[in-house]
């Protein structure tokens, strides 16, 4: 299996704030790589496929980047709508998985 | 807009067989346009994917999980199923289902999601 980690676990950060996260996969998956939004109590949300192609309706203050194994998430200008939990997640090859998840905390 | 609704029993007995049900709306199961598959989510924790089904009967289960895991299609429901067995406290989770658009495999729509607890 390919195994995504996700640095950091948590940060604490303001409102108008970049923000930025990084996804690491243990083997190169191209640009196999997915990000997903979780608010609490909610189901995940794609925010970004295909490492950097916006999901329709997702905010352009967010953007993603990388390729082979290193990927990073940013969001130009936290909202307080974007207090969240961040997954990563590879397509490359089965079976499917996600990094443990980055957590965005109020400051 | 296709939409996903969980349905099944939200407590089970430890070495009891988990069956959760998905309705799907917006779109025929049997359209090939999606894949579907189900998720899980321990309290406090990470997603982990439990496996898939594609219009053909086609599956693929996590390998973590294989010995214990069935998806199935009801197209004359349109829904899919989850049965999972020989369940334990570590199967406590919250279990969504998902679609996730032929050929590409990114994850989108999600169902709400449903607790399932194991406990005696």
């Known amino acids: 299996d390919i195994q995504m980690t996700q640095s950091p676990s948590s940060l604490s950060a303001s409102v108008g704030d970049r923000v930025t996260f990084t996804c690491r996969a243990s083997?190169?998956?191209?640009?196999?790589l997915n990000w997903y939004q979780q608010r609490p109590g909610k189901a995940p949300k794609l925010l970004i496929y295909?490492?950097?192609s916006l999901q329709s309706g997702v905010p352009s203050r967010f953007s993603g980047s990388g390729s082979g194994t290193d990927f990073t998430l940013t969001i130009s200008s936290l909202q307080p709508e974007d207090f969240a939990a961040y997954y990563c997640?590879?397509?490359?090859?089965?079976?499917?998985?996600f990094g443990q998840g980055t957590k965005v905390e109020i400051k | 807009q296709v939409q996903l609704q969980e349905s099944g029993p939200g407590l089970v007995k430890p070495s009891q067989t988990l069956s959760l049900t998905c309705t799907v709306s917006?779109?025929?199961?049997?359209?090939?346009?999606?894949?579907w598959s189900w998720i899980r989510q321990p309290a406090g924790k990470g997603l982990e994917w439990i496996g898939r089904?594609?219009?053909?009967?086609?599956?693929n289960y996590n390998p973590s999980l294989k010995s214990r895991v069935t998806i199935s299609v009801d197209a004359s429901k349109n829904q899919f199923s989850l049965k999972l067995s020989s369940v334990t406290a570590a199967d406590t989770a919250v279990y969504y289902c998902?679609?996730?658009?032929?050929?590409?495999?990114?994850?989108?729509?999600w169902g709400q999601g449903t607790l399932v607890t194991v406990s005696s």
């Open positions: 917006g779109a025929s199961i049997n359209s090939g346009t999606y894949y």
């Open positions: 997640q590879q397509n490359y090859s089965l079976p499917w998985t």
């Open positions: 089904i594609y219009v053909t009967g086609s599956t």
């Open positions: 998902v679609g996730s658009s032929w050929p590409d495999n990114w994850f989108d729509p």
């Open positions: 083997q190169s998956i191209s640009n196999y």
């Open positions: 295909g490492v950097s």
